[in-house]
Each structure stands twice: as C-alpha cells, then as structure tokens.
C-alpha cells in the first residue's frame, strides 16, 4: 500500500507539472474568454469541463495501458522482474531527458513536450471551443496529443498496477489522475477568481518552463532509482 502511494505519487506529480499541459489549458481559456469577454463564470465551467474530459480519458487511457501489460505479462511470465526494472530505467531516462531541457531547451523535445508538427492542429481545434459543452468533448480530441509529452510516468504508473488487477488498480489511477489535474484546477480558480489574467499563467509557465521540466526530470529520476532498488 504505501509502496503504491510513493510510485504514483511521485510519476503523478512528475507529471503534473509538464508545461505542455499547462499550456493547452490557458489555450482553452483564452479561447472561451474570445467568445465570451468578461463572463468568468464561462471561464470556471469551462475550465472545469475540459479538466474533467481529460481525467475521463486519462482513466480509460489507464485501463488500456494496464490490459496491455497483463496480456504482455502472459508471455513472459518468469520475467516479470525484467519488465518491472525496464519501467525504473525507463523512468530514469525520462527524468534524464526533462533534466536535459534544463540545461539545453528546445521546443518540442522528444518525449517531454508536445512536437512541434502537432502544434498548430491543437491551436485549430481549440479555436472552435465557445462553451462548456465544447470544451468537454473538444477535451477528449485534445488529450490525444497530450499523449507524447504526458505519457511516459503514467505508462510506468499503469505497468506498475497492472500486477494488482484492473479492478483494484482502477482507485489508484484515478489518484493519479486527481494528482495530474490539480494544477489546472488551481490555475481555472486562480483565473475566475481575478488573482492573475490567462496571459499572466501563460507568461509565468514560458518563464518557468525550464524549472518545471527539472522538477519534472528529478522526480523522475529518483523514482526510477528506487524503483530500480526496491525501496518502493
């Protein structure tokens, strides 16, 4: 029990600071706020229709991803141990790959930022979003491309739970989840409120965009560690 909650706790909040996520989310808000200028109330539903639309999808992206490691863990059934150490250095190496953005940024980078190919596609669709409702089913297109650069902890996560049946690890996923979104409903209130303008965020995530892919990369790397040791 409390080696689940420091594995999910840990990729969960590695993942929950990736700017990429952030991003598309004060996209969604400046596209409702386009559409309807200084009705907040929009921003809050809205806000919290997409978070809510990617949270459903992430938790079905989960159970997919857990089926896939126990079908995968019925042909190799006495190398359970291998997979489970390839998923602490594949969380090493994600944490290494954030930690290099650090010291070496560049837009788009493999496996820790959205590509910059899909780009433009995510700014089009979210454009069409003028409600609540909108923003609820454009929520689950969008979180397709979220996948490259949001993925990897919740694939280490997912394989980790796969060993304890869908069913049980469904509360564990949904942690996650909650973990993952957090800092976008803090951010939906920090804009309805009036504490900062969607610009603001925005400009606070640009300046801050190293910092969060090493914050990102340490956590990363420290879970994949003890989980390559058997601490947890």
Same mark, same amino acid.
Do not use: Q
């Given at each position: 029990?409390?080696?689940?909650?420091?594995r999910?706790?840990?990729?969960?909040?590695?993942? @929950?600071?990736?700017?990429?996520?952030i $991003?598309?989310?004060t996209?969604?808000l400046? @596209?409702?706020? &386009?559409?309807?200028p200084?009705?907040? *109330?929009?921003?809050?539903? %809205?806000?919290? $229709?997409?978070?809510?639309?990617?949270?459903?999808?992430?938790?079905?992206?989960?159970?997919?991803?857990?089926q896939?490691?126990?079908?995968?863990?019925?042909?190799?059934?006495?190398?359970?141990?291998?997979?489970?150490?390839?998923? $602490?250095?594949?969380?090493?190496?994600?944490g290494?790959?954030?930690?290099?953005?650090?010291?070496?940024?560049? *837009?788009?980078?493999?496996?820790?930022?959205?590509?910059?190919?899909m780009?433009? *596609?995510?700014?089009?669709?979210?454009?069409d979003?003028t409600?609540?409702?909108?923003a609820?089913?454009?929520?689950?297109?969008?979180?397709?491309?979220?996948?490259?650069?949001?993925?990897?902890?919740?694939?280490?996560?997912?394989?980790?739970?796969?060993?304890?049946?869908?069913?049980?690890?469904?509360?564990?996923?949904?942690?996650y989840?909650?973990?993952?979104?957090?800092?976008?409903?803090?951010?939906?209130?920090?804009v309805?409120?009036?504490f900062?303008?969607v610009?603001?965020?925005?400009?606070?995530?640009?300046r801050?965009?190293?910092r969060?892919?090493?914050?990102?990369? &340490?956590?990363?790397?420290?879970?994949?560690? %003890?989980?390559?040791?058997?601490?947890?």
């Open positions: 029990m409390l080696e689940n909650f420091l999910i706790t840990g990729l969960a909040l590695a993942d @929950s600071v990736n700017p990429c996520a $991003a598309v989310l996209m969604v400046v @596209s409702i706020l &386009i559409e309807n200084g009705k907040r *109330k929009n921003v809050l539903l %809205a806000g919290f $229709a997409f978070i809510t639309s990617v949270f459903i999808g992430y938790l079905v992206y989960g159970t997919i991803i857990i896939f490691f126990k079908v995968f863990a019925e042909f190799l059934r006495h190398s359970s141990i291998y997979v489970y150490k390839g998923l $602490a250095i594949l969380a090493m190496v994600l290494g790959l954030n930690i290099k953005d650090y010291f070496f940024y560049k *837009k788009g980078s493999f496996a820790t930022e959205m590509p910059l190919f780009r433009p *596609k995510v700014k089009k669709i979210i454009k979003i409600s609540p409702k909108g609820f089913t454009i929520g689950f297109i969008v979180t397709l491309f979220l996948l490259p650069c949001t993925m990897g902890p919740y694939i280490i996560a997912s394989g980790l739970l796969a060993e304890i049946g869908t069913l049980a690890a469904i509360p564990w996923l949904m942690y989840n909650l973990l993952f979104v957090l800092p976008m409903i803090i951010i939906v209130l920090i309805y409120f009036g900062k303008k610009d603001e965020v925005s400009g606070w995530k640009e801050n965009i190293k969060l892919h090493l914050v990102a990369g &340490i956590l990363l790397f420290l879970v994949g560690v %003890a989980l390559l040791n058997g601490w947890i």
